[in-house]
Protein backbone atom coordinates (compact mmCIF):
# COMPACT_ATOMS: atom_id res chain seq x y z
CA UNK A 1 0.00 0.00 0.00
CA UNK A 2 2.77 2.43 0.91
CA UNK A 3 4.52 1.46 -2.59
CA UNK A 4 1.84 2.47 -4.22
CA UNK A 5 1.91 6.27 -2.65
CA UNK A 6 5.29 6.41 -3.08
CA UNK A 7 5.04 5.55 -6.61
CA UNK A 8 2.11 7.86 -7.41
CA UNK A 9 4.09 10.89 -5.61
CA UNK A 10 6.69 9.68 -7.78
CA UNK A 11 5.07 9.73 -10.58
CA UNK A 12 3.44 12.63 -10.53
CA UNK A 13 6.99 14.18 -9.47
CA UNK A 14 8.36 12.55 -12.92
CA UNK A 15 5.77 14.48 -14.52
CA UNK A 16 6.19 17.44 -12.96
CA UNK A 17 9.60 17.22 -13.56
CA UNK A 18 8.17 16.93 -17.21
CA UNK A 19 6.66 19.84 -17.41
CA UNK A 20 9.71 22.35 -15.76
CA UNK A 21 11.60 20.37 -18.21
CA UNK A 22 9.30 21.36 -21.45
CA UNK A 23 8.86 24.43 -20.36
CA UNK A 24 12.54 25.36 -20.12
CA UNK A 25 12.89 23.44 -23.66
CA UNK A 26 9.78 26.12 -24.84
CA UNK A 27 11.75 29.03 -23.75
CA UNK A 28 14.70 28.41 -25.31
CA UNK A 29 12.63 27.89 -29.05
CA UNK A 30 10.64 31.37 -27.66
CA UNK A 31 14.06 33.06 -26.68
CA UNK A 32 15.58 31.15 -30.30
CA UNK A 33 12.69 32.65 -32.60
CA UNK A 34 13.29 36.29 -30.73
CA UNK A 35 16.12 36.71 -31.52
CA UNK A 36 15.31 35.24 -35.33
CA UNK A 37 12.72 37.48 -35.41
CA UNK A 38 14.46 40.48 -34.06
CA UNK A 39 17.35 40.37 -36.67
CA UNK A 40 14.47 40.42 -39.28
CA UNK A 41 13.07 43.27 -37.85
CA UNK A 42 16.43 45.15 -37.78
CA UNK A 43 17.37 43.75 -41.21
CA UNK A 44 13.62 44.76 -42.57
CA UNK A 45 13.75 48.39 -40.93
CA UNK A 46 17.42 48.57 -42.76
CA UNK A 47 16.31 47.48 -46.03
CA UNK A 48 13.31 49.84 -45.61
CA UNK A 49 15.71 52.55 -44.78
CA UNK A 50 17.46 51.81 -47.90
CA UNK A 51 14.59 51.61 -50.24
CA UNK A 52 13.23 55.05 -48.59
CA UNK A 53 16.35 56.61 -48.83
CA UNK A 54 16.79 55.84 -52.63
CA UNK A 55 13.40 57.24 -53.16
CA UNK A 56 14.25 60.59 -51.40
CA UNK A 57 17.87 60.90 -53.20
CA UNK A 58 16.46 59.81 -56.49
CA UNK A 59 13.61 62.73 -55.92
CA UNK A 60 16.09 65.01 -54.58
CA UNK A 61 18.54 64.35 -57.69
CA UNK A 62 15.14 64.67 -60.04
CA UNK A 63 14.44 68.50 -58.40
CA UNK A 64 18.17 69.19 -58.36
CA UNK A 65 18.28 68.08 -61.72
CA UNK A 66 15.11 70.44 -62.64
CA UNK A 67 16.12 73.02 -60.90
CA UNK A 68 20.05 73.07 -62.40
CA UNK A 69 18.40 72.97 -66.07
CA UNK A 70 15.90 76.60 -64.98
CA UNK A 71 18.85 78.33 -63.94
CA UNK A 72 20.81 76.84 -67.78
CA UNK A 73 17.66 77.89 -69.70
CA UNK A 74 17.11 80.82 -68.01
CA UNK A 75 20.73 82.22 -68.23
CA UNK A 76 20.66 81.07 -71.50
CA UNK A 77 18.09 83.33 -72.53
CA UNK A 78 19.82 86.07 -71.17
CA UNK A 79 23.26 85.30 -72.82
CA UNK A 80 21.22 85.25 -75.76
CA UNK A 81 19.61 88.54 -75.29
CA UNK A 82 22.88 89.70 -74.17
CA UNK A 83 24.24 88.78 -77.23
CA UNK A 84 21.28 90.23 -79.64
CA UNK A 85 21.76 93.22 -77.79
CA UNK A 86 24.82 93.77 -77.82
CA UNK A 87 25.73 93.50 -81.28
CA UNK A 88 23.94 96.45 -82.23
CA UNK A 89 26.90 98.07 -80.48
CA UNK A 90 29.59 95.58 -82.41
CA UNK A 91 30.36 99.37 -84.56
CA UNK A 92 31.18 101.15 -81.51
CA UNK A 93 33.47 98.37 -80.71
CA UNK A 94 35.40 97.66 -83.48
CA UNK A 95 35.53 102.01 -83.92
CA UNK A 96 37.30 102.06 -80.51
CA UNK A 97 39.71 99.44 -81.58
CA UNK A 98 40.33 100.89 -85.13
CA UNK A 99 40.91 104.50 -83.72
CA UNK A 100 43.28 103.13 -81.21
CA UNK A 101 45.53 101.00 -83.45
CA UNK A 102 45.63 104.23 -85.56
CA UNK A 103 46.37 106.13 -83.33
CA UNK A 104 43.64 108.41 -83.52
CA UNK B 1 -11.34 6.31 -0.13
CA UNK B 2 -10.18 8.97 1.69
CA UNK B 3 -6.88 8.13 1.68
CA UNK B 4 -6.97 7.42 -1.60
CA UNK B 5 -8.10 11.41 -2.28
CA UNK B 6 -5.55 12.53 -0.09
CA UNK B 7 -3.06 11.09 -2.09
CA UNK B 8 -4.87 12.46 -5.71
CA UNK B 9 -4.39 15.77 -3.69
CA UNK B 10 -1.16 15.70 -3.21
CA UNK B 11 -0.15 14.32 -6.56
CA UNK B 12 -2.25 17.21 -7.93
CA UNK B 13 -0.28 19.68 -6.15
CA UNK B 14 2.51 18.45 -7.54
CA UNK B 15 1.61 18.93 -10.95
CA UNK B 16 -0.42 21.99 -10.55
CA UNK B 17 2.45 23.71 -8.55
CA UNK B 18 4.75 22.35 -11.60
CA UNK B 19 2.75 23.88 -14.26
CA UNK B 20 2.52 27.18 -12.34
CA UNK B 21 6.22 26.84 -12.57
CA UNK B 22 6.20 26.23 -16.42
CA UNK B 23 3.52 28.54 -17.37
CA UNK B 24 5.94 31.11 -15.28
CA UNK B 25 9.03 30.49 -17.36
CA UNK B 26 6.92 30.57 -20.35
CA UNK B 27 5.34 33.53 -19.63
CA UNK B 28 9.01 34.94 -18.55
CA UNK B 29 10.62 33.53 -21.68
CA UNK B 30 7.59 35.34 -23.95
CA UNK B 31 8.09 38.45 -21.82
CA UNK B 32 12.28 38.21 -22.55
CA UNK B 33 10.96 37.76 -26.31
CA UNK B 34 8.68 40.54 -26.58
CA UNK B 35 11.94 42.81 -24.74
CA UNK B 36 14.26 41.28 -27.66
CA UNK B 37 11.54 42.10 -30.08
CA UNK B 38 10.40 46.03 -28.73
CA UNK B 39 14.62 46.71 -28.46
CA UNK B 40 15.20 45.42 -31.89
CA UNK B 41 12.23 47.77 -33.47
CA UNK B 42 14.00 50.98 -31.42
CA UNK B 43 17.29 49.61 -33.03
CA UNK B 44 16.07 49.21 -36.30
CA UNK B 45 14.06 52.41 -36.38
CA UNK B 46 17.74 54.18 -35.07
CA UNK B 47 19.52 52.35 -38.06
CA UNK B 48 16.45 53.32 -40.57
CA UNK B 49 16.39 57.35 -39.18
CA UNK B 50 20.29 57.30 -39.73
CA UNK B 51 19.81 56.05 -42.95
CA UNK B 52 17.41 58.26 -44.24
CA UNK B 53 19.03 61.56 -42.17
CA UNK B 54 22.58 60.15 -44.06
CA UNK B 55 20.25 60.36 -47.27
CA UNK B 56 19.09 63.31 -46.85
CA UNK B 57 22.00 65.41 -46.26
CA UNK B 58 24.18 63.50 -49.11
CA UNK B 59 20.77 64.24 -50.93
CA UNK B 60 20.85 67.65 -50.47
CA UNK B 61 24.37 68.39 -51.02
CA UNK B 62 24.03 66.76 -54.38
CA UNK B 63 21.46 68.85 -55.23
CA UNK B 64 23.78 72.08 -53.84
CA UNK B 65 26.59 70.64 -56.39
CA UNK B 66 24.03 70.29 -59.32
CA UNK B 67 22.76 73.72 -58.81
CA UNK B 68 25.92 75.47 -57.72
CA UNK B 69 27.42 73.73 -61.11
CA UNK B 70 24.68 74.82 -63.05
CA UNK B 71 24.72 78.37 -61.68
CA UNK B 72 29.01 78.08 -62.84
CA UNK B 73 27.73 76.66 -66.01
CA UNK B 74 25.33 79.56 -66.55
CA UNK B 75 27.50 82.33 -65.73
CA UNK B 76 29.92 80.75 -68.00
CA UNK B 77 27.53 80.88 -70.70
CA UNK B 78 27.33 84.63 -69.89
CA UNK B 79 30.92 85.29 -69.83
CA UNK B 80 31.26 83.14 -72.96
CA UNK B 81 28.75 85.10 -74.89
CA UNK B 82 30.65 87.98 -74.08
CA UNK B 83 33.89 86.65 -75.17
CA UNK B 84 32.70 85.97 -78.36
CA UNK B 85 31.17 89.47 -78.89
CA UNK B 86 34.77 91.07 -77.90
CA UNK B 87 36.94 88.74 -80.30
CA UNK B 88 34.22 89.04 -83.15
CA UNK B 89 34.91 93.12 -82.81
CA UNK B 90 38.80 92.34 -83.14
CA UNK B 91 38.67 90.32 -85.49
CA UNK B 92 36.33 92.82 -87.29
CA UNK B 93 38.27 95.49 -86.49
CA UNK B 94 41.71 93.05 -87.70
CA UNK B 95 39.20 93.24 -91.19
CA UNK B 96 38.43 97.06 -91.08
CA UNK B 97 42.35 97.48 -90.35
CA UNK B 98 43.20 95.47 -93.56
CA UNK B 99 40.80 97.57 -95.54
CA UNK B 100 41.98 100.34 -94.17
CA UNK B 101 45.53 100.10 -95.19
CA UNK B 102 44.51 99.19 -98.99
CA UNK B 103 42.55 102.13 -99.20
CA UNK B 104 42.62 105.88 -100.12
CA UNK B 105 43.25 107.23 -96.59
CA UNK B 106 45.95 105.18 -95.75
CA UNK B 107 48.05 107.22 -96.75
CA UNK B 108 47.22 109.94 -94.16
CA UNK B 109 47.13 107.21 -91.46
CA UNK B 110 50.78 106.21 -92.41
CA UNK B 111 51.75 109.28 -92.31
CA UNK B 112 50.62 110.20 -88.89
CA UNK B 113 51.93 106.62 -87.53
CA UNK B 114 55.07 106.78 -89.22
CA UNK B 115 55.26 110.80 -87.09
CA UNK B 116 53.66 109.53 -83.66
CA UNK B 117 56.34 106.26 -83.79
CA UNK B 118 59.11 108.58 -84.69
CA UNK B 119 58.51 110.77 -82.04
CA UNK B 120 58.54 108.44 -79.45
CA UNK B 121 61.80 107.07 -80.67
CA UNK B 122 63.03 110.21 -79.93
CA UNK B 123 63.77 111.66 -83.38
CA UNK B 124 67.69 111.04 -84.62
CA UNK B 125 68.66 108.54 -87.90
CA UNK B 126 65.58 106.47 -88.42
CA UNK B 127 64.35 103.54 -90.66
CA UNK B 128 60.99 103.67 -91.15
CA UNK B 129 59.97 99.83 -92.54
CA UNK B 130 57.05 99.22 -94.55
CA UNK B 131 55.86 97.20 -96.95
CA UNK B 132 57.07 97.25 -100.41
CA UNK B 133 53.49 99.19 -102.29
CA UNK B 134 53.91 101.74 -99.46
CA UNK B 135 57.18 103.00 -99.64
CA UNK B 136 55.63 105.38 -102.49
CA UNK B 137 52.97 106.53 -100.19
CA UNK B 138 55.33 107.81 -97.59
CA UNK B 139 58.28 109.17 -99.70
CA UNK B 140 56.46 112.07 -100.51
CA UNK B 141 55.91 112.92 -96.92
CA UNK B 142 59.08 111.90 -95.76
CA UNK B 143 60.49 115.68 -95.44
CA UNK B 144 56.87 117.09 -93.61
CA UNK B 145 57.52 114.26 -90.94
CA UNK B 146 61.04 115.37 -90.63
CA UNK B 147 60.37 118.40 -89.52
CA UNK B 148 57.83 117.79 -87.03
CA UNK B 149 59.38 115.32 -85.63
CA UNK B 150 62.07 117.62 -85.01
CA UNK B 151 59.80 120.51 -83.86
CA UNK B 152 57.83 118.02 -81.49
CA UNK B 153 61.94 116.27 -80.27
CA UNK B 154 63.85 119.39 -80.90
CA UNK B 155 66.05 116.43 -82.23
CA UNK B 156 67.82 116.82 -86.21
CA UNK B 157 65.96 113.69 -87.37
CA UNK B 158 66.85 111.92 -91.21
CA UNK B 159 64.35 109.50 -92.15
CA UNK B 160 64.73 106.32 -94.82
CA UNK B 161 62.86 104.11 -95.94
CA UNK B 162 62.55 100.26 -96.29
CA UNK B 163 60.62 98.13 -97.94
CA UNK B 164 60.96 95.31 -96.40
CA UNK B 165 57.39 95.24 -94.20
CA UNK B 166 55.47 92.50 -94.32
CA UNK B 167 52.51 93.89 -92.87
CA UNK B 168 50.36 97.20 -92.93
CA UNK B 169 51.91 100.46 -90.39
CA UNK B 170 55.39 101.14 -89.78
CA UNK B 171 58.07 99.83 -88.12
CA UNK B 172 60.69 102.64 -86.90
CA UNK B 173 64.39 101.41 -86.09
CA UNK B 174 66.82 103.97 -84.23
CA UNK B 175 70.20 103.31 -86.52
CA UNK B 176 72.45 104.60 -83.87
CA UNK B 177 70.61 103.21 -80.34
CA UNK B 178 69.71 100.11 -82.74
CA UNK B 179 65.98 100.97 -80.90
CA UNK B 180 62.65 99.70 -82.94
CA UNK B 181 59.48 100.59 -82.25
CA UNK B 182 57.21 98.35 -84.21
CA UNK B 183 53.74 100.21 -84.76
CA UNK B 184 52.35 98.01 -87.75
CA UNK B 185 48.69 97.38 -87.32
CA UNK B 186 49.20 93.90 -86.11
CA UNK B 187 51.70 94.68 -83.47
CA UNK B 188 49.77 97.60 -82.38
CA UNK B 189 46.28 95.44 -81.90
CA UNK B 190 48.15 92.97 -80.05
CA UNK B 191 49.94 95.86 -77.81
CA UNK B 192 46.70 97.30 -76.97
CA UNK B 193 44.19 93.93 -76.60
CA UNK B 194 44.54 93.97 -72.79
CA UNK B 195 44.02 98.04 -72.34
CA UNK B 196 40.98 98.06 -75.50
CA UNK B 197 38.88 94.61 -74.29
CA UNK B 198 38.02 96.59 -71.12
CA UNK B 199 36.79 99.93 -73.38
CA UNK B 200 35.33 97.55 -76.06
CA UNK B 201 33.42 95.79 -73.29
CA UNK B 202 31.65 98.75 -71.70
CA UNK B 203 31.00 99.49 -75.91
CA UNK B 204 29.44 96.66 -76.35
CA UNK B 205 27.55 96.04 -72.84
CA UNK B 206 26.84 99.54 -72.09
Same mark, same amino acid.
Given at each position: ???????? =?? +??? !???? @?? $?? #???? %?? &??? *????????????????????????????? =?? +??? !???? @?? $?? #???? %?? &??? *??????????????????????? | ??????????????????????????????????????????????????????????????????????????????????????????????????????????????????????????????????????????????????????????????????????????????????????????????????????????????
Amino acid at each position: MVEDVLKL =VR +KAE !EDAE @KL $IV #DAKN %KT &ADI *LSNADKDAKKIIEDLEDEGRKEAQIIIEK =VK +KEG !ESEA @KK $II #DTEE %KK &ASK *LEKESRKNLGDGVKIIVDSVLNL | MEEHSNIEKITSKIIEDARKKADGIIEDANTAAKEKKASARKKGSDIKAYILDSAGKSAEQTEKKMISAATIKARTAILESKEKLILEAFEKAAEELEKISEGREYSGVLKKLATATCINIGGGDLELVVRKNDEDLLKKELKKIEEEVKKSTGKKTSLKISGDGKVAGVIVRNLDDKIEIDSTFKNRLELLRPELRLKVAEALFR
